[in-house]
């Protein structure tokens, strides 16, 4: 039996006149199963198998941005089994970027590629964890919600899993849900159990699921082979789970035979047997897939025919001038993480949209900052048009990146400084303008001249943000969108054509504007300060080509369609610095 609750858009399944509900065995009213109706919103589930790294991510952004091409609304989110709570206290060298939201969430990686195909700026609520998903249960079981009921997986965690999943959806043709790991995982073995109900749950034909898989070409043989799929397929079946589609991952085209193959033995329709070949940008991704026939399955499941003509113009452009550049500038990248590109991840994209913007191919040149320190960097960076060093935390391999930001002030070669690479420039115009030669920072230990200090209260809107140096690392930092004014008739104010912006952020520490009279009568001008003159936002020399400093990260708000201001500009003075080198 089913009765609606009052004032409450939702269903509970009851168990009054005996029938068993989901899970086959009574549940206090707690327990019961609860999901929003949303009869206008269709959910696809992309999971993944075989072997991880297949693009999950990148797949469920470009079917997102081909729904959109078709006029639908779309909305990503992602499930991920780990049991950090988020990413923000990982390392970058084992979890890759951490991709920070307006509304300050520390955020799978993955949520930068919904952004930047989608152009709709993702949420907190468009990412959660098993660690987040632990801490919500129990944070009501301490404060007895459950009502003294013994708190379990199902249905307790497949719950929430649930109702984050299905919440807040209104207003969203397609909530496309990617879930992190493979499958077989152990850990997601609660999110592949609550994203199978949910299919139960909602009105028939509202959910479907997308497989991810790979397949391999064995050389010796000869031969492309199928059966990983197969025992992927039937991994999933075992879990309840019958995948609608297949997008399968292969190096050269997948011959018909083993086509109607993996249809036969995973039941699913032979169009729905989708490869996913190879690409040389991700950027091709989208068209790529549009011409196997992707979007158009995923709409024929739903039973959406004849379905809207995408209009895929805008993706075609980004994809001719890539592939047609009529130049190359190289850019130098001074950091710490280089081991993994991945910690990079936003940024080498927004590089890329720079290159885009100017019609050039963007060229990175990876240095380890700790080179620098035991090197002269000028045979590493004589050639290189442009240096750009990005955020990063601790003392290691700062001292290159100092070196890094004289050379490029010296030389007049265009340098941008991201959020640890703005103070790193401002230290190095601390000890050798302003003749303060113990400048540094508190993140480095106790100093003389704290030029950068941690940061201890900040305004959020209209609340007093607080921290001590005793309190936790994870959630603790400035994060997300604040704005900032620019001051007029700058060249960071020019090239935003604006004095008012707002850019997210990500970091504790911060430039002390104790220092700001001193430095600026040496020639380094605070052009960008927070809008009640407290926190210094961005820095830069007049009377050089292009050197910027910024303590915030463009690069999460910069779209192959949109290129960021910043990073456009940025390759412009790396083109014009090409035809000077």
Known sequence: MLRQAKSLPVFFCEDSTGDLPIGHFPLAESQMTRYPVTP?????????????????????AALGALLQARGYRVRLRKLDPYLNVDPGTMSPTQHGEVFVT???????????????????SATKTDNITTGRIYKNIIDKERRGDYLGATVQVIPHVTNEIKDFVTEGNEDYDFVLCEVGGTV??????????????????LPRGTAIYLHLTLMPFIAAAGELKTKPTQHSVKELQAMGIAPDILLVRADR??????????SLFCNVRPSAVIQALDVANIYDVPTAYHKEGLDSEVLAAFGIEPAPKPRLDAWEEVCNRIHTPEGEVTIAIVGKYTGLKDAYKSLIEALHHGGIANHVKVKLDWIESEVFEKEDPAPWLEKVH?????????????????????????????????????????????????????????EFGSTQEP??????????????????????LGGTMRLGAYKAALKKDTKIADIYGSTEISERHRHRYEVNRDYKEKLESCGLVFSGMSPDGLLPETIEYPDHPWFIGVQYHPELKSRPLDPHPLFASFIEAALEQSRLV
């Open 253 to 262: 085209e997948i011959p018909e035979a083993e086509r109607r193959k993996l």
């Open 102 to 120: 307006d509304d300050g969430a520390e955020t799978d990686l993955d949520l930068g590629h919904y952004e930047r195909f989608t152009g709709r």
């Open 184 to 201: 077989g995982d152990i850990e997601a073995m609660p999110f592949m159990e609550a994203i199978r109900q949910v299919k139960n749950d």
């Open 40 to 60: 206008m919103a269709r959910y696809v589930f992309i999971t993944g198998g075989v072997v991880s790294s297949l693009g999950k991510g990148i797949a469920a």
């Open 451 to 472: 030029v950068v200090g941690l940061m201890t209260e900040w305004l959020k809107g209209n609340e007093l943000e607080k921290r001590s140096h005793k309190g936790d």
């Open 386 to 442: 442009g240096i750009l060093v990005p955020g990063g935390f601790g003392e290691r391999g700062s001292q290159g990146k100092i070196n890094a930001a004289r050379f490029a002030r010296e030389r007049q070669v265009p340098y941008f400084g991201i959020c640890f690479g703005m103070q790193m420039a401002v230290i190095e115009a601390a000890r050798n303008l302003a003749g303060i030669n113990d400048a540094s920072s508190t």
